[in-house]
C-alpha cells in the first residue's frame, strides 16, 4: 500500500482499509480450491446456454436472443456498474473462458500438481506487455458492435474468437498471458479497475521480505504461482491482478488479503514496477471516445449514424470505422494534449515533461470514463432490462417458460428519470474525477502553487466532457 | 474416505458443456414430437416462406401447431377456412393453434401482417388426411 | 502428455477449421432450414393493340374476346385488415386489348350463383381492378395505396351496381347495405342516391379505409353471369383526365394492377374479399 497524506477531497483517508478476509469463513471460502473453480464451471454453463442461444438464433431478432440479451445487457451492465467499479476485476475470477488452457496447462482442473506447467510456456514479448495490443483489439470488436448487439450469430462469432484465442494462445504461452495482454475486455477492466473499492494485497511487508522461495510467485502443493505473473507479495495496483485466489492459497502465513478501500486509491500509484504509461492512458482516451460514439450511435437521436453503424451501406460503414478509429486514437487524445500543453504552460513548470503531464493527469479520465460508461449503461439497462426476464423463461425462443416469465412485454422502467439518474452518476464521478486530478497535479508539480494553476485547463476539460453528457443525458 | 474433487470437477465440466448441448438439443427435438402435431417456421418469402411450405395433419384428431416466428419483422397466421388466425407474431416470439380439422382436404394459410416486398407470397398449404 | 509445437499447430488447425465449418453451418442455417427462394415473379396480363372498340350499351360481347389469350391471377384471402374474408375465389382469369384511345379489360371468374340483388344478409358478387397512380409505387401500395403517396386508383363494378345502371331495376328491397356510401355531402333525405352513371364506381384511395368515390366518374362497364361464370368488361379512355385521379395509360407502356373479386354468396363485402398481387399490365 501506498502510504499518501493525500485525504480525497480533504476529507476521504486514501490509507483506510477494512479487510474482508480477517473473517475465518471467508478466507476459508477463498482457500478453499472449489473457490472459484465452482462460480467459473457454473459460468461456463451459463456461456454454453449463451453460446447456443447465439448459435441457434441465427440472424432473428436480438431483442429476444439469450445470447445477446444476457451478454451485452446484463454482463455488460453487471460488469460496468458493478463488477468493475465494485469488485475490481471479479469476473476475471469467474470468466469461464481461460478454464481450457488452465487445464491444459496444468493438467488438473481441481488438484494442484507441482512442478512445471504444460504447454510451450512462451514468454509474451516485452514490447507488448501493456495494454496496446488490447486496446487495438477492444476498438477493433467495437467495429462490429453495431452487428453484435443485434445478430445473435454475431456474438457467437466473438465469443468463439475469444474462447478458442485464449485456449491457443494458453497452449503456446506462459499462464494467463491471453488474459493479460489479448482478451479485448481484460483492458478496460484492468484500466477501470484501479478506481475499485476492492483489492487483492499482501498485508505485512516484513512476513513477505523473509519468506522464501515466495510460494505466492513459484506455487506450492496448495495452488499455483500467481498465473497472472504477478508478485502478489508487493504489486500495488488493481491493473493486472485477475483476482484468481491462488496468491491466497499459496500463502502459508495467510498474508494475502483482500481489502475494501476508498475507491481511486491506485490512480495515484505510479511505482518503477507499475508505472503509469501511455498504453494506460490511450485505453483512457479510446474508452472516453467509444462512450461518446457509442451514445451517439445507440441511444441518440441520428437515424443515419445509426444505419452507418449497422453496416446498411459499406461506405456508410467503412465511414463509421474510420471516424471511429480517428475520432478514439487521435482526435480525444489530441484535444486532451492541447489540454495538457495548456496546464504545463500556466503552471510555469518548466522541469517536468510534457509527456508525463499528459499521461499523468489521463488517469482522471478513469473515473470520469467509468462514470461515463455507468450512465451510457443504465441507458441500456432500464430501457431493455424486461428482455432479460423473457430470455431467462424462453432462451433459445423455441416456446419455452421455464420460469412464467416468457410472456412478459418489453416493459421499461424509469424511463422518465433516466437522464437524471444517468446525470447524478456522472456528477458523482466527475467529482471523482477532480478530486483525484487534484492530487495528480499535486504529484505532477513541484508545489502547490504549480498544482493549482496547472489543474485549472484539466478541471476545465473535464468540465466540458461532463457538460457535453449532461447535455446528452438530460437534453 | 477422502473425497477425490479432481474427478467431481472434471465431470461438473463435461455435464454444463457436451452433456447440456446435447440434452438441450435432445430434450427439445423430443418435446416438439412428443407435444406437437406440427411445426412451422414464418419467414418472410426472401428468406425462406413458411417451412415447411405443406404441413400435414390428421383429419379428425385434435391438432397442435407450433409457429415460431425466427425473422426480425412480425408476421402473422390466418387458416381462413377453419377460421383460426394469430393476428401477430412479433419477431423472436412463438404461438400455438389448437384446432380439430373436421374436413379433409388441401388448407390455404397465409401471413396476416405486411412483412415484405413479398408479402403476398409468404403463403403455404395445409392438408388434411 | 507433453504438449509440443506440433500439437499445438495441430489443436489450433482442427480447432479453426471446426469454428469455421460451424459457424459456415450457422450462417447457412442463420433464418432457418435454407431453401431456395424463386425469384419474384409476376403474371403479366398483355393488352395488345386493336382498332376495335367495343359498345357495351347492348352486352360485353363474349365472341369478341374468345380469341385474346387470357391471364390466369390466383386470389388469396384478404387476411390482413380486419373483417378477414371468409371464402375464397381462388382465381380470376383476365384478357385486356387497346385502341388508340381506349382500354378494355376483362375479367372472368367461376361463381356458382349470382348474386344481383341485395337484402338482409345478401350482398352482392364483385369485381375490382386497381392501378397505383405513381408509376414507382412500393409493393406495398398493394394494401389500398398504404405508402403509396399517391395512393391508388380503383375500379368497382359490383352485380348491384350493373343491374341498377343497364336494367334500371331497383336492387335492394329495404337497405342498401354496401360499406361504400360516398354520396353524403349530396344528401338531403337518408337514403337519397346521386343518379347512376356507369355499372362500374371509379374510386380513389391512399390506405385502407379511405377509398373515395372520385368527382368524375371515368369507366364503364358491364357483367353478365353465365354457366357458373362471371365475365365482366371495363372501358376506359386511355389517357387519363386528371393526371392527380386517374390512372395513366399509354401504348407500349406498362403499369401495375391488382384484382379483387366478391362472392356475396359467401358472405364477401367491403374488405371481405380475395385479392391478387400485382400483376404487370404490359400495352404492346
Known amino acids: 500500500m501506498i502510504e499518501t497524506k493525500d485525504k480525497l477531497f480533504g476529507i476521504v483517508d486514501l490509507n483506510a482499509r477494512f479487510e474482508l478476509t480477517k473473517f475465518k469463513p471467508v478466507r476459508a471460502v477463498l482457500k478453499s480450491r472449489w473457490m472459484p473453480l465452482l462460480p467459473i464451471l457454473i459460468n461456463l454453463f451459463m456461456f454454453v446456454i449463451i453460446l447456443l442461444a447465439a448459435f441457434t438464433g441465427g440472424l432473428s431478432a436480438g431483442n429476444y436472443n439469450f445470447g445477446i440479451m444476457i451478454v451485452w445487457i446484463l454482463w455488460w451492465v453487471l460488469l460496468m456498474m458493478m463488477l468493475v467499479p465494485g469488485f475490481s476485476r471479479a469476473w476475471c475470477m469467474v470468466c469461464p473462458f481461460p478454464i481450457f488452457s488452465d487445464w491444459a496447462q496444468r493438467t488438473r482442473l481441481f488438484d494442484v500438481k507441482p512442478g512445471k506447467l504444460g504447454g510451450l510456456g512462451l514468454k509474451w514479448p516485452k514490447k507488448l506487455s501493456n495494454m496496446w ?193 480517428v475520432f478514439n486514437l487521435l482526435i480525444i487524445p489530441g484535444v486532451f494534449f492541447v489540454f495538457a500543453y495548456l496546464s504545463k504552460r500556466l503552471s510555469g513548470n518548466t522541469e517536468v515533461p510534457l509527456k508525463s503531464v499528459f499521461t499523468n493527469f489521463a488517469y482522471t479520465l478513469i473515473p470520469m470514463g467509468l462514470g461515463v460508461w455507468m450512465g451510457f449503461s443504465v441507458g441500456i439497462l432500464l430501457p431493455n432490462g424486461s428482455y432479460i426476464l423473457r430470455v431467462l423463461s424462453d432462451p433459445f425462443a423455441w416456446g419455452w417458460n421455464l420460469f412464467g416469465t416468457a410472456q412478459i412485454p418489453w416493459t421499461p422502467v424509469l424511463t422518465g428519470i433516466m437522464g437524471y439518474i444517468q446525470g447524478a452518476i456522472l456528477i458523482v464521478f466527475f467529482a471523482f474525477a477532480v478530486g483525484y486530478g487534484w492530487l495528480l497535479a499535486k504529484q505532477i508539480y513541484a508545489d502547490v502553487k504549480q498544482a493549482k494553476r496547472g489543474f485549472i485547463p484539466i478541471l476545465t476539460f473535464l468540465t466540458l466532457i461532463t457538460l457535453v453528457f449532461l447535455w446528452l443525458f438530460v437534453g | 474416505m477422502k473425497i477425490k474433487n479432481e474427478p467431481i470437477a472434471v465431470a461438473m465440466l463435461i455435464l454444463g458443456t457436451i452433456v447440456a448441448i446435447i440434452g438441450i438439443l435432445g430434450f427439445e427435438n423430443y418435446r416438439r414430437s412428443a407435444e406437437y402435431t406440427a411445426e412451422l417456421t414464418a419467414r418472410a418469402t426472401e428468406y425462406g416462406n413458411w417451412y415447411p411450405n405443406t404441413i400435414t395433419i390428421p383429419y379428425g384428431k385434435p391438432a397442435k401447431i407450433l409457429i415460431r416466428n425466427i425473422d426480425v419483422v412480425s408476421h402473422g397466421f390466418a387458416l381462413p377456412d377453419f377460421q383460426i388466425a394469430v393476428m401477430e407474431i412479433k419477431a423472436g416470439e412463438s404461438a400455438v393453434i389448437e384446432f380439430t380439422p373436421d374436413k379433409k382436404g388441401v388448407f390455404p394459410f397465409v401471413c396476416t401482417i405486411w412483412c415484405s416486398n413479398r408479402h403476398m407470397e409468404m403463403r403455404g398449404q395445409l392438408v388434411v388426411e | 502428455m507433453k504438449i509440443t509445437k506440433p500439437i499445438v499447430i495441430a489443436i489450433t488447425l482442427v480447432l479453426t477449421i471446426a469454428f469455421v465449418a460451424l459457424v459456415y453451418f450457422g450462417m447457412t442455417r442463420a433464418r432457418g432450414a435454407p431453401v431456395a427462394v424463386p425469384p419474384l415473379q409476376r403474371a403479366t396480363l398483355v393488352s395488345h393493340y386493336k382498332t376495335q372498340s367495343l359498345d357495351l350499351t347492348q352486352d360485353v360481347a363474349l365472341a369478341d374476346w374468345a380469341d385474346i389469350p387470357g391471364t390466369a391471377v390466383e386470389l388469396v384471402y384478404q387476411a390482413m385488415i380486419p373483417p378477414w374474408s371468409k371464402g375464397l375465389i381462388p382465381a380470376v382469369t383476365a384478357k385486356s386489348f387497346h385502341n388508340d384511345t381506349e382500354l378494355y379489360v376483362y375479367v372472368t371468374w367461376k361463381d356458382e350463383s349470382e348474386n344481383r340483388a341485395l337484402g338482409v344478409g345478401e350482398f352482392s358478387d364483385a369485381v375490382a381492378l386497381m392501378f397505383p397512380l405513381s408509376n414507382d409505387a412500393p409493393p406495398s401500395t398493394l394494401m389500398m395505396g398504404f405508402m403509396g403517396k399517391q395512393g391508388v386508383n380503383v375500379w368497382h363494378w359490383q352485380a348491384t351496381q350493373d343491374t341498377e345502371f343497364w336494367s334500371k331495376k331497383s336492387v335492394s328491397a329495404d337497405a342498401y347495405s354496401d360499406f361504400l356510401y360516398p354520396f353524403e355531402e349530396q344528401e338531403t333525405l337518408t337514403i337519397a342516391k346521386s343518379p347512376l352513371t356507369s355499372a362500374v364506381s371509379d374510386l380513389l384511395a391512399v390506405k385502407v379505409t379511405t377509398t373515395t368515390a372520385k368527382a368524375t366518374q371515368n369507366v364503364q362497364g358491364r357483367g353478365v353471369w353465365d354457366k357458373g361464370a362471371w365475365h365482366v368488361v371495363f372501358k376506359r379512355a386511355l389517357k387519363a383526365t386528371n393526371a392527380k385521379e386517374d390512372a395513366a395509360f399509354a401504348h407500349g407502356a406498362r403499369k401495375l394492377m391488382a384484382f379483387a373479386a366478391w362472392s356475396g354468396d359467401k358472405g364477401d363485402r367491403g374488405g371481405r374479399k380475395s385479392i391478387s398481387d400485382w400483376v404487370q399490365l404490359e400495352f404492346r
Open chain 1, 133 to 325: 495490443v488490447m486496446n487495438i483489439a477492444f476498438l477493433v470488436t467495437t467495429f462490429f458492435s453495431g452487428f453484435m448487439t443485434v445478430l445473435p450469430i454475431a456474438t457467437f462469432i466473438l465469443l468463439g474468437i475469444i474462447i478458442i484465442g485464449a485456449f491457443v494462445i494458453g497452449l503456446i504461452f506462459e499462464k494467463r498471458t491471453f488474459c493479460l495482454y489479448l482478451c479485448p475486455v481484460s483492458g478496460f477492466q484492468g484500466l477501470y479497475s484501479q478506481f475499485a473499492t476492492v483489492e487483492v494485497r499482501r498485508k505485512d511487508w516484513e512476513i513477505c521480505k523473509n519468506h522464501n522461495p515466495k510460494t505466492c510467485y513459484v506455487g506450492n502443493e496448495k495452488g499455483y504461482g500467481c498465473p497472472w505473473n504477478r508478485t502478489p507479495f508487493d504489486f500495488q495496483k488493481n491493473t493486472y491482478c485477475g483476482m484468481c485466489l491462488e496468491c491466497l492459497k499459496t500463502c502459508p502465513y495467510d498474508n494475502m488479503a483482500i481489502n475494501l478501500r476508498p475507491p481511486g486509491v491506485d490512480l495515484l500509484v505510479d511505482t518503477k514496477r507499475e508505472p503509469r504509461g501511455l498504453d494506460e492512458a490511450w485505453k483512457a482516451f479510446i474508452m472516453l471516445g467509444i462512450a461518446i460514439v457509442f451514445y451517439l450511435a445507440f441511444q441518440g437521436p441520428w437515424g443515419f449514424f445509426k444505419d452507418m453503424v449497422r453496416g446498411v451501406t459499406l461506405p456508410g460503414y467503412l465511414g463509421y470505422i474510420a471516424f471511429h478509429t
